[in-house]
């Protein structure tokens, strides 16, 4: 059943989350000390909250795929203790090793983010409750994209999303975001583009063989059933009666081929490494690894940065979409 339709004043351009209080630097701090060992997602996550920070999370809220809650809790400005980050709770052994929780899966907060979210949705288990222990969520709901989303219609002034394309029923999923937001509400989206197969080392494949380009990960993409490129964004935006209210490149190419490289093979090796120190030693390569990939990435943490001549179509893209009224 629609909510009741209740004006609301919109704050535009108004900013949320950590970016609008502190500085580039702090914000890229803190998504170095939680994803430490994978640093080019700590850069990739700051360029989303950075462009994110723009635009005003109204309530209610629903960050679909929420995962961990990790993202979202530091983006609104949360902090954590420097011991925790998102290597604590790993089981190396499955196949994805986050997912896993560990009874003792308490992250350590030393301030807790500036507003909450009402809701927040997963497809597993274990997202949603690390994603409980933060208390930024006032519910979480296990949920598969696939399917109908389980709300009524017009419930939320803001829908926000950063993983749609690793939904299958793109068409279907697009139009559920479009029914659960208030006439008056914004979807925001934040979309990979196919774009990024191409930011690899995969053409140089005669040079370094298949082996090592499957060691870097040439599997991921297979995770992203419908990545795209911009237009079909679009279009597919148009066809679930969603208007383009505003976009914002904010990964470019040269910042998908550092994420290419990245640490991502060597990834479970570190994680082993680190978690066998005593929590003292730990901490200590931690803070100096922080400092030092605080000042390596600095230069890179800028949603426009482009070494590569000529133009290039972005690698991700955030989207303000409102609900087209019919007729
Ligand atoms: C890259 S993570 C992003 C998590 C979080 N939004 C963040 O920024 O850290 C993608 C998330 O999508 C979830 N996911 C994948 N397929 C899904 C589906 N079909 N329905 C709902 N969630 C799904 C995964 O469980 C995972 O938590």
Redesign the pocket.
């Given at each position: 059943m629609p909510a009741p339709m209740t004006p609301i004043v919109e704050r535009e351009p108004s900013q949320s989350g950590a970016s609008q209080r502190i500085s580039k630097a702090v914000l890229l701090r803190r998504f170095l000390s939680a994803y430490w060992l994978r640093p080019e997602n700590a850069l990739w996550?700051t360029l989303?909250s950075l462009t994110l920070s723009k635009i005003r999370l109204a309530r209610p809220s629903v960050?679909?795929?929420?995962?961990?809650?990790?993202?979202?809790f530091l983006h609104l400005g949360g902090v954590f203790d420097p011991g925790f980050d998102v290597f604590t709770s790993v089981a190396l052994t499955a196949g994805d090793m986050f997912d896993h929780v560990s009874d003792d899966y308490r992250p350590p907060v030393e301030t807790a983010p500036g507003d909450r979210i009402d809701v927040g949705?997963?497809?597993?288990a274990s997202?949603l409750q690390k994603a409980e222990r933060l208390r930024l969520y006032d519910r979480l709901v296990q949920?598969?994209?696939?399917l109908p989303l389980p709300f009524d219609d017009a419930t939320f002034r803001t829908v926000y999303?950063?993983?749609p394309y690793?939904?299958?029923n793109i068409d279907g999923f697009l139009a559920e975001l479009r029914r659960i937001t208030h006439p008056q509400g914004k979807v925001i989206l934040q979309v990979k583009l196919s774009s990024m197969k191409d930011y690899t080392l995969g053409r140089f494949e005669a040079v370094l063989g298949r082996k090592v380009l499957d060691l870097i990960g040439g599997a991921r993409f297979d995770?992203w059933p419908t990545l795209a490129d911009r237009s079909t964004w679009e279009s597919r935006f148009a066809r679930a009666g969603l208007g383009v209210h505003s976009s914002a490149p904010f990964v470019t190419r040269t910042h998908a081929h550092l994420w290419d490289v990245g640490l991502r093979p060597i990834a479970p090796l570190l994680i082993r490494m680190a978690n066998s120190l005593t929590p003292q030693t730990r901490g200590s390569i931690k803070a100096d690894w922080v400092d030092l990939f605080a000042d390596l990435l600095a230069p890179l943490c800028d949603p426009h940065l482009e070494v590569f001549p000529g133009r290039h179509e972005p690698a991700e893209i955030h989207y303000v979409l409102t609900p087209l009224t019919c007729g």
């Open positions: 996550m989303r960050d679909i795929s929420c995962g961990d809650g990790v993202f979202s949705t997963d497809f597993k997202m949920h598969d994209n696939n999303c950063n993983a690793w939904v299958q995770c």
